[in-house]
């Protein structure tokens, strides 16, 4: 698959996150939906979609359950931990703001690959995590400053997107034998009916979700899922390493969103900021994507 369909991909990934970050923002102030309760509809929803797509996929040798059941779990639970702390980030700080900061994601697998897997980084890798540091602390000072515990739940959801990524790739290599756009796309399928029947167990616990909170969870949960199925093929055809730095675009994508959407009125979903302001937001978010691609970039090349 040529590289520029990867790109695309990517990209579109991006734009459709971008967009469930704005529909999730919607449900916890619109239909002052709790965090738990967003996160179980909406992945009942998405375990729905995945049910009607897996037969379109289903490899045709499947291995064994036990073969692929340890990444699947560590894929499935650490993105579910992840998103709960997406969900309270956005109850307290604007999608524009968030968005942007989940690049940091790369601080955190750098993190961890050189603490638990003795990886190392060139000198320019680390330079890149010092500029995303730097930009991560910008998009935080301008306009208003985000709440401290907005923060941490961001840092605790690239925490647990940095441990879902690292369980991805021998996730989807149990079905290699397929291709790799079937393998991603099975694959995905397969997290998500997992996710939903974790959270299915959940509703009987929570407060009653009403008929219109299920129906306005639809848009984002369609969103989302469309934007991982994206990912996914986007991984397949160009890597993850490239993919992600595709991914972290939708920083930029979010902000722009943003204005538009406070241009409109719709301040109780984004608050609207000064044109200065904003430009510093774009440039403090795309200096965040420069710094990850920088730090793509400066890892030893295809077989060195």
Not at 4 to 27: D, H, K, M, P, T
Not at 151 to 168: M, P
Not at 245 to 255: D, K, W
Not at 267 to 288: D, G, N, P, W
Request: glycine share 8%; with cysteine; charged share 10%.
């Amino acid at each position: 698959m040529p590289v520029i369909v990867g790109v695309l991909l990517g990209f579109g990934a991006a734009l459709s996150q971008s967009l469930s970050y704005l529909f999730s923002r919607v449900l916890v102030r619109g239909v002052h939906l709790k965090a738990w309760n967003l996160l179980a509809l909406s992945h009942v929803i998405m375990a729905a979609f995945s049910i009607a797509l897996l037969p379109v996929f289903w490899p045709k040798v499947m291995p064994p359950f036990r073969e692929y059941a340890l990444p699947l779990s560590a894929v499935a639970v650490s993105y579910l931990a992840g998103q709960v702390g997406l969900f309270l980030a956005l109850r307290t700080s604007d999608a524009s703001r968030v968005a942007p900061l989940l690049g940091l994601k790369i601080i955190i697998l750098a993190v961890v690959t050189v603490s638990l897997f003795g990886k190392h980084y060139s000198p320019l890798q680390w330079t890149a995590v010092i500029l995303s540091v730097a930009a991560a602390a910008m998009l935080n000072r301008f306009g208003d400053r985000m709440a401290w515990q907005s923060v941490l739940w961001v840092l605790f959801t690239c925490v647990g997107y940095a441990i879902s990524d690292l369980n991805i790739p021998p996730l989807v290599s149990h079905f290699g034998s397929e291709g790799l756009m079937r393998a991603s796309a099975f694959s995905t399928c397969l997290c998500y009916i997992l996710c939903g029947a974790i959270t299915a167990a959940m509703l009987p616990f929570l407060p009653r979700i009403s008929a219109k909170a299920w129906l306005g969870a639809v848009p984002f949960s369609l969103a989302w899922f469309i934007a991982m199925l994206l990912l996914f093929a986007s991984f397949s055809s160009i890597g993850v390493v490239y993919g992600n730095i595709v991914q972290s675009s939708r920083g930029v994508l979010s902000i722009l969103i943003g204005a538009v959407v406070a241009a409109a009125g719709l301040e109780h979903l984004e608050v609207k900021t000064s044109r200065t302001v904003l430009i510093q937001r774009v440039f403090a978010a795309v200096l965040l994507t420069g710094a990850i691609a920088l730090f793509q970039l400066g890892g030893p090349k295809p077989g060195s």
